[in-house]
């Protein structure tokens, strides 16, 4: 029952969170269990459980629109993750946005969609491109591209992640910081296959896997102070500062500016960082954010993920490293 509220808390603030907060590193591997297999098997002979098998309602903005998971899975890989990683990568954010609409569906209509399961405003659910957006979008390219998103949707067909047999809250973010956060750490829900494992991509396999967000000492006030009229912040922004607290995996959990205490997501937001996982400079002038990766840092990082497919991972045992304790099958809710 705890956990049940716990993913129902989890959930409601999720619908508050844009993609990219929710998007967003070990675990032994495992393979497929002889069950899930059978299980799989038999779907497939009888059709059950594919993405063909399975409709869903997307509103697009301006209308509720009936499609297949086959149809619109492409969509989201699309949107979600560039389709210049490698297959096996692909083919696990096929899965993790397949699991993601499946615990979607599961749950109550978002309201600001209660006719549908899902839309296409990333600042909502999941990014969405169409076939012809992409075409666009990715030229002379477009063949080759489009040939990787559909063969990672078809290899993964109905394949989802499952914990306790239910299609798991696959998050995900762009780039870790060594390690993968906690779901406790970064929402208040703490999920059992949403805990910190170290991630392998780094600052060369990652575009500005280190960031710098340099304010002076009057614009970091004035954006501090906007929020917390309270502190106290003059003088020097050497002593401004304060008790930088940590979480395990590394990430600033909370500090004290001004004599506030606030949390990490908080100077985060305030400041607009990439990430939490930041050290703070402060020469007396100025204030400086020296950042690592890009997300909240919950469940599978997309950069990680594809480091990972270099290394010959395959797409199961990428899910399987990032998300603890889950098995991979079908799903025929
Ligand atoms: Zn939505």
Request: aromatic share 10%; with cysteine; net charge negative.
């Amino acid at each position: 029952m705890r956990q049940i509220i716990a993913a129902g808390l989890l959930l409601l603030l999720l619908l508050f969170l844009p993609p990219w907060l929710r998007a967003e590193e070990p675990s032994p591997e495992r393979s497929v269990t002889p069950q899930s297999l059978q299980t799989e098997q038999a779907a497939q002979e009888s059709g059950a459980g594919s993405d063909a098998a399975h409709t869903l309602r997307l509103w697009d903005g301006s209308t509720v629109r009936t499609l297949t998971a086959a149809e619109y899975l492409p969509g989201v890989v699309r949107g979600e993750m560039p389709a210049v990683f490698e297959p096996e990568a692909l083919k696990a954010q096929a899965a993790a946005e397949r699991t993601y609409l499946y615990y979607r569906m599961s749950a109550a209509p978002k309201a600001n969609h209660p006719n549908a399961d899902v839309c296409t405003d990333p600042g909502c659910c999941t990014s969405w491109l169409s076939e012809e957006d992409a075409r666009a979008k990715w030229g002379e390219n477009f063949q080759q591209y489009e040939a990787k998103v559909q063969q990672a949707v078809a290899d993964t067909d109905g394949q989802v992640v499952l914990y306790d047999s239910a299609p798991i809250m696959a998050v995900f973010h762009s780039s870790s910081a060594g390690a993968t956060a906690g779901s406790g750490e970064v929402w208040t829900a703490e999920l059992p296959y949403l805990v910190s494992v170290k991630s392998p991509e780094d600052s060369d396999s990652v575009p500005n896997y280190y960031s710098v967000n340099t304010f002076t000492a009057e614009e970091f006030r004035a954006v501090f102070q906007k929020a917390h009229p309270e502190a106290k912040l003059s003088g020097d922004t050497s002593g401004w500062i304060r008790d930088v607290a940590l979480t395990d995996a590394g990430r600033v959990s909370s500090a004290v500016v001004g004599g506030v205490t606030v949390t990490g997501k908080e100077l985060r937001s305030l400041y607009g960082l990439r990430s939490t996982a930041f050290t703070v400079e402060a020469d007396g002038k100025s204030v400086a954010f020296h950042v690592t990766g890009y997300g909240h840092g919950v469940g599978m990082s997309q950069y990680g993920a594809n480091a990972l497919a270099k290394e010959g991972k395959t797409w199961q045992e990428i899910l399987q490293w990032y998300y603890t304790g889950v098995t991979i099958g079908l799903y025929n809710g």
